[in-house]
């Protein structure tokens, strides 16, 4: 019987959108993965850099990994993409989950994109069906399907290590809202308790962290932990009562500031917009829309 492997594990975080990117890889010279990059966007200016996707660059250089797979656990809407930069500058393929094409069907609409996006999901290099196994190396991942923050929420897990997306946060943040379009509490309930049944030891790795209290930055975590202590998922937490505090919270937040450019470029896997006939690319700002 074959031992399944665990990961090394290298997260980057970024201050300006409290992202974590992850390189995900079995020891140095090994096959890696890339997870939930950011590309640095000034919505002010309407311009991009690349200091947080060179950093992931740097590193896979410094290791000497072989980039596999640039994945998304989703459609982020609070930080752009880097993954078409990374790929041109370190390879792999481009993956999300399957269920993409939900969310790019009432993207498309609300943004009124052009015929010839096709919301279909052709524009990543493979989409990931629910439970499927997938190779890093020697290392294997598997899909889990967790719904709720996004009908399309995907995590990953890798041996012993499991990326959460936006599903859950540290045990003092609690949980994703719900209240984006497809978006739905009691899947995320059920998301959430899908995750949670894993082995007690299972390191579960955060998309974001926004710390309470002047904590510091922290994005792992364990099903132990979370079921222990999360504020809004701990065990004894009813669906019932998760679906009422989810959704009076979410009446309370705004929307993210990066929601609009976000969403647009991340349907594409992170292209930007065809440029129109003076060599410019242009985003959308739908008014009263969202």
């Avoid at 998304?72 to 078409?84: G, I, K």
């Avoid at 929420?153 to 943040?173: L, S």
């Avoid at 975590?221 to 679906?243: P, W, Y």
Wanted: hydrophobic share 40%; aromatic share 8%.
């Amino acid at each position: 019987m074959t031992t399944q492997k665990n990961p090394q594990v290298h997260g980057i975080f970024d201050p300006d959108t409290w992202t974590v990117t992850y390189v995900v890889y079995e020891q140095e010279g090994s096959a890696c993965a890339i997870i939930d990059s950011v590309l640095d966007y000034d919505p002010k200016s309407g311009r991009t850099r690349t200091t947080s996707a060179d950093k992931v660059i740097a590193f896979v250089k410094q290791k000497n990994l072989q980039v596999a797979w640039i994945l998304e656990t989703h459609a982020h809407a609070d930080h752009l993409t880097a993954a078409p930069y990374l790929k041109k500058n370190l390879g792999g393929k481009t993956a999300i989950g399957d269920h993409i094409s939900s969310v790019q069907k009432v993207f498309k609409g609300i943004f009124n994109l052009e015929a010839g996006f096709n919301p279909d999901g052709s524009q990543f290099d493979h989409l990931l069906k629910e439970d499927e196994v997938f190779a890093i190396g020697s290392l294997s991942g598997k899909t889990l399907f967790v719904p709720g923050h996004t009908p399309a929420c995907v995590a990953y897990q890798i041996g012993d290590a499991v990326f959460v997306g936006d599903t859950m946060f540290m045990p003092d943040v609690g949980t994703a809202r719900c209240d984006f379009p497809g978006g739905d509490a009691k899947t995320l309930y059920h998301s959430t308790r899908k995750i949670l049944s894993l082995p007690a030891e299972t390191r579960l790795f955060m998309c974001h962290d926004y710390p309470p209290n002047d904590r510091a930055i922290a994005f792992e975590t364990t099903v132990a932990l979370q079921r222990e202590k999360n504020i809004h998922i701990h065990d004894g937490v009813s669906e019932q009562q998760f679906i009422e505090m989810r959704t009076k919270r979410d009446a309370t937040l705004e929307m993210p500031v990066l929601i609009l450019p976000a969403v647009q470029i991340n349907i594409r896997a992170g292209e930007l917009p065809p440029a129109e006939s003076n060599g410019l690319t242009y985003l959308k700002i739908p008014v009263n829309a969202l």
